[in-house]
């Protein structure tokens, strides 16, 4: 019952920068703040990215996350083997008086 | 660091109801907002609802004539009821805490979560 909606996938050497959208509507991600979370093969979801840009204790600066109208996007600078996992975006919805989540992309590094 | 830990049978049957358990141990259960998520496999994450500290509870449309989520202060426990399930239920079940940005009203994420629990529905 993904809401917001995600490339399947995405890619990079070692040291590029990869770029995941989120699109949703206005009654979630265009009236409320959106979190990233990261999710390593077979592991549980860690938060990532929490209001649009701030990052939880012990998450890398290479992450990076902005918002703009009813869109959102991750961004990872400096591709690192360790970040091959699943993504995934999420904002309150006003419907649902309940969080939605993205469709989630899986990142490869090559 | 708060942990949470979900338990309960991984199998059940067709039409019966499915019964988990997430106990939060770090922490106190009190004055925060506990969700339920699941993740069917290869599918995306899906919200089933949160429940207070004090049991005031809020569930996703969609499941709502469902699901019983309920709370033991006591045993800093809170659990899932979701009844009549079908294979489509089937899914990895999680805890998770609800924080709030302290600087901006209204910015909730989840924090912790618990490992997951896969949950079958078969007969």
């Known amino acids: 019952q993904s809401v917001l909606t995600q490339p399947p996938s995405a890619s990079g050497t070692p040291g590029q920068r990869v770029t995941i959208s989120c699109s949703g509507s206005s009654s979630n991600i265009g009236s409320h703040t959106v979190n990233w979370y990261q999710q390593l093969p077979g592991a549980a979801p860690k938060l990532l990215i929490y209001s649009n840009n701030q990052r939880p204790s012990g998450a890398p600066d290479r992450f990076s996350g902005s918002k703009s109208g009813t869109s959102a996007s991750l961004a990872i600078s400096g591709l690192q083997s360790e970040d091959e996992a699943d993504y995934s975006c999420?904002?309150?919805?006003?419907?649902?008086?309940?969080?939605?989540f993205g469709t989630g992309t899986k990142v490869t590094v090559l | 660091q708060v942990q949470l830990q979900e338990s309960g049978p991984g199998l059940v049957k067709p039409s019966e109801t499915l019964s988990l358990t997430c106990t939060v141990s770090g922490g106190s259960i009190t004055s925060y907002y506990w969700s339920w998520i699941r993740q069917p496999p290869g599918k995306g994450l899906e919200w089933i609802g949160y429940?207070?500290?004090?049991?005031?509870?809020n569930y996703n449309p969609s499941l709502k004539s469902r699901v019983t989520i309920s709370v033991d202060t006591s045993k800093n426990q809170f659990s899932l009821k979701l009844s009549s399930v079908s294979a489509a239920d089937t899914a990895v079940y999680y805890c998770a805490r609800r924080a709030e940005y302290y600087y901006a009203s209204g910015s909730y994420y989840f924090d912790f979560w618990g490992q997951g629990t896969l949950v079958t529905v078969s007969s």
């Open positions: 429940i207070y500290y004090s049991g005031s509870t």
């Open positions: 999420a904002a309150w919805d006003d419907s649902l008086n309940g969080p939605v």
